[in-house]
């Protein structure tokens, strides 16, 4: 009977040990030249982000409450083939839509602490990169975690960037 009773205590202490993971809203930002019709995350419908805008929160996903590192999404889109608002978007598949292009990336979360989560920031790229930030703040808030790689760029606003980032590097060697 000993043995039930520390069992069963066992089990009851460890079963509290189990965090229970944070439900948070996803905003989508786009950075680049193509309109974002259709985003998921994790297989869950998230909203879009047109060129040019961005923040709306359209889903939700869940998260770790302590971060663990290597915590993933795997983000899906859907973006205009052509570049916004050019004479490429005349272009029309077999039903009259403008032509798609399908992505996926698997991304990872940056560093969070779950206190101060407010919402997944999904920030899509030039190059059909992106980056997942679970934060509270805005981008222009000088601690946002995107500072670390992008410095004020994403903090200007939500613009294409195509011609800002990636920053191409000169080519040294021989001179022409």
């Known amino acids: 009977m000993k043995q039930y009773i520390i069992l069963f205590i066992s089990i009851i202490l460890l079963s509290g040990c189990k965090e229970e993971p944070i439900g948070v809203p996803v905003s989508a930002f786009n950075f680049t030249e193509h309109d974002i019709n259709s985003v998921w995350v994790n297989g869950k419908w998230a909203g ?15 998260l770790p409450r302590t971060y663990k590192p290597g915590t993933t999404v795997t983000v899906d889109w859907e973006r205009n083939a052509c570049v916004h608002a050019t004479i490429d978007c005349n272009k029309r598949d077999k039903n009259g839509a403008i032509i798609q292009v399908s992505k996926r990336k698997i991304v990872q979360v940056h560093q969070y602490n779950s206190t101060t989560v407010a919402e997944l920031q999904l920030a899509f790229l ?35 960037i195509e011609n800002q980032w990636p920053v191409k590097r000169k080519k040294t060697g021989a001179s022409e």
């Open 48 to 62: 879009l982000a047109r060129t040019n805008e961005g923040g709306g929160s359209a889903g939700w996903v869940t």
């Open 126 to 160: 030039p190059n059909d990169e992106v980056r997942a930030y679970a934060d509270g703040a805005n981008f222009s808030y000088a601690e946002h975690p995107s500072r670390e790689e992008f410095g004020d760029l994403l903090a200007i606003g939500t613009r294409p």
